[in-house]
């Protein structure tokens, strides 16, 4: 892989503790949830993790859009990243992306998912490993 941009982040004393981006843009506290026996007083993995797959899935979806000659609107995505043991007892992730695209019908934003789903890095990398429901809806009558 060429790489064409490396985020560098810093985390110290994991859920409990704190990360840092080395451009000083990100600098949470980071707080374990309370049904994880933490305080709830600071972000955690994966509130970060449902954000950073909101946003590049919307950025795969704007881009191939743009490719494609759509205009989708302001693509808004409900991500929810959740968290248990699956059945050996290790921790597993499961993810919901619900993905609107006000400007698009709903065969259009159906479409423009699953190509989207194709070219993101992070369904890309989770693929096969963890379950992800995407559900799609758009705002145009067809």
Known sequence: MKA???????????????????DGAVRLT????????????????EQ???AGYAACFAGAM???AHQQKLSPGEISIASR?????DDTGAFTLGV??????????QAETEALV????????????IRGNIEVTLTARGGKAS
């Open 96 to 105: 919901s992306l619900e993905i609107a695209a006000p400007g698009l019908t």
């Open 4 to 22: 064409l941009y490396t985020a560098s982040v810093n985390s110290v004393g994991g859920r409990n503790g704190r990360v840092e981006s080395s």
């Open 81 to 85: 990243v959740a968290i248990g043991p």
């Open 30 to 45: 980071l707080a374990a949830p309370p049904a994880l026996g933490g305080n709830g007083q600071g972000a955690n993995p």
């Open 62 to 64: 704007d881009y191939i």
């Open 48 to 50: 970060l993790f449902a």
């Open 114 to 125: 699953a190509d989207a789903d194709r070219a993101c890095p992070y369904s890309r990398a």
